[in-house]
């Protein structure tokens, strides 16, 4: 194979590698586990309007199982309080199947990424360019850190803003604003998007970092 189409491969890889560990660090907040541990950390908001964290937990894990499944709008609508009242309202539904959208075209574009890494994994070991395949991965860990200092400066700069550039770009207008009396508010606050970040977005590093520097050419 020639250095010039081992390059280029290599920068394949790099691409790729954020996508492949920032979706997998989104995935891996898309259990139920991860709101039984979310609602417990110290400092969560309240519900002003009367949710408990155990109706929180009740609620909000058939919202997220509803993201990753293949069910229709219909898994929601059908989901009522105790008193017959549909927990969410045709704004948050009409939402939710937004959100359901772009997630599940983000997961696809991450499988797709998976399976391009681990072709090309195959075949650099068996055409002996694994030097080359290594490289790229290292380079992708060094592009993820400078993608997470520069969103990292908006975000401290300031996180509503750094929200709304986040939603306005799979969003359409105000789509995704609702009352704080709405279930979504109550289920999902501010914290708990920040929060989100932040877990993506150490997990995101702490992976960049080993792979810049546990991929680290080997001294000749």
Same mark, same amino acid.
């Given at each position: 194979?020639?250095? &010039? %189409? $081992?390059?280029?491969?290599?920068?394949?890889?790099? =691409?790729? *590698?954020?996508?492949?560990?920032?979706?997998? @660090?989104?995935?891996?907040?898309?259990?139920?586990?991860?709101?039984?541990?979310?609602?417990?950390?110290?400092?969560?908001?309240?519900?002003?309007?009367?949710?408990?964290?155990?109706?929180?937990?009740?609620?909000?894990?058939?919202?997220?199982?509803?993201?990753?499944?293949?069910?229709?709008?219909?898994?929601?609508?059908?989901?009522?309080?105790?008193?017959?009242?549909?927990?969410?309202?045709?704004?948050?539904?009409?939402?939710?199947?937004?959100?359901?959208?772009?997630?599940?075209? &983000? %997961? $696809?574009?991450?499988?797709?990424?998976?399976?391009? =890494?681990? *072709?090309?994994?195959?075949?650099?070991?068996? @055409?002996?360019?694994?030097?080359?395949?290594?490289?790229?991965?290292?380079?992708?860990?060094?592009?993820?850190?400078?993608?997470?200092?520069?969103?990292?400066?908006?975000?401290?700069?300031?996180?509503?803003?750094?929200?709304?550039?986040?939603?306005?770009?799979?969003?359409?207008?105000?789509?995704?604003?609702?009352?704080?009396?709405?279930?979504?508010?109550?289920?999902?606050?501010?914290?708990?998007?920040?929060?989100?970040?932040?877990?993506?977005?150490?997990?995101?590093?702490?992976?960049? %970092?080993?792979?810049?520097?546990?991929?680290?050419?080997?001294?000749?």
């Amino acid at each position: 194979m020639s250095p &010039l %189409l $081992k390059s280029g491969l290599a920068w394949v890889v790099t =691409l790729l *590698a954020p996508i492949a560990i920032l979706m997998l @660090g989104v995935r891996l907040l898309l259990t139920p586990a991860f709101l039984q541990v979310e609602y417990r950390m110290p400092g969560f908001p309240a519900d002003s309007y009367g949710f408990t964290m155990e109706e929180r937990i009740r609620w909000a894990t058939p919202s997220l199982e509803y993201l990753i499944n293949d069910q229709g709008i219909g898994y929601l609508a059908e989901l009522t309080f105790d008193k017959g009242t549909p927990i969410y309202n045709a704004r948050e539904l009409a939402h939710m199947q937004d959100v359901k959208k772009v997630l599940q075209t &983000l %997961l $696809k574009v991450w499988d797709g990424a998976l399976i391009v =890494l681990a *072709a090309l994994g195959i075949w650099a070991w068996r @055409g002996n360019w694994l030097d080359s395949y290594r490289s790229g991965w290292r380079h992708g860990g060094l592009l993820m850190i400078a993608l997470l200092l520069a969103f990292a400066v908006f975000a401290l700069t300031s996180f509503w803003e750094f929200f709304t550039w986040f939603h306005s770009m799979f969003f359409s207008g105000d789509s995704w604003l609702f009352a704080y009396s709405d279930t979504l508010i109550r289920l999902f606050p501010v914290r708990f998007w920040e929060d989100c970040f932040v877990y993506i977005g150490a997990f995101s590093l702490i992976v960049g %970092l080993a792979l810049a520097f546990g991929l680290k050419p080997k001294p000749k």
